[in-house]
T-cell receptor
């Protein structure tokens, strides 16, 4: 089955710097790749997603890139702010699997003022 | 906020007891999911259901059971056979197709002693 690996497990940046989190997936049939943000003790919330027919997607300070050949996708956060501090999860899913998501292990991002 | 709710927020049980976690959604979503989250780990899929009266095992179904008698409800029972039940349990719902957002409930933190 699908396996998603996420790196790094922890990331510390200074406010205003950029942060990059990378994920690789194993099944080339995966075609949907969301990113979730989870603040301490709260529910995960979708921040951006990308489908396999697109190479890059941006939403203000957040962007995701997808390399289908290499089977990896990345989250880019520019001009980081303290409120960006949270755990970020990548995930992958396939069209014929009922929408179920396979998650990476998570990255704890800390943005220092 | 509405959408998808879980109750209770915190649950304490003695070892050997079965316990049922509630999950309700009013989003008219066909698919519902149960995940388990342990510290420092990603979300692992326990069970999912694409339609009423049908459900499939996820990656870690052993020691758990579910039912899907109504579209709005997907309760999870943690049985005494689950060897390490203490965890944060998250329920989610979606349209059931890959490429559509999963909406998460606020979670139930279960502690078994």
């Amino acid at each position: 089955g699908e396996n998603v690996e996420q790196h790094p497990s922890t990331l510390s940046v200074q406010e205003g710097d950029s942060a990059v989190i990378k994920c690789t997936y194993s099944d080339s049939a995966s075609n949907y790749f969301p990113w979730y943000k989870q603040e301490l003790g709260k529910r995960p919330q979708l921040i951006i997603d990308i489908r396999s027919n697109v190479g890059e997607k941006k939403d203000q300070r957040i962007a995701v890139t997808l390399n289908k050949t290499a089977k990896h996708f990345s989250l880019h956060i520019t001009e980081t702010q303290p409120e960006d501090s949270a755990v970020y999860f990548c995930a992958a899913s396939m069209y014929n699997q009922g929408g179920k998501l396979i998650f990476g292990q998570g990255t704890e991002l800390s943005v220092k003022p | 906020d509405g959408g998808i709710t879980q109750s209770p927020k915190y649950l304490f049980r003695k070892e050997g007891q079965n316990v049922t976690l509630s999950c309700e959604q009013n989003l008219n979503h066909d698919a519902m999911y149960w995940y388990r989250q342990d510290p420092g780990q990603g979300l692992r899929l326990i069970y999912y259901s694409q339609i009423v009266n049908d459900f499939q095992k996820g990656d870690i179904a052993e020691g758990y059971s579910v039912s899907r008698e109504k579209k709005e409800s997907f309760p999870l029972t943690v049985t005494s056979a689950q060897k390490n039940p203490t965890a944060f349990y998250l329920c989610a719902s979606s349209s059931g197709l890959a490429g559509y957002e999963q909406y998460f409930g606020p979670g139930t933190r279960l502690t078994v002693t």
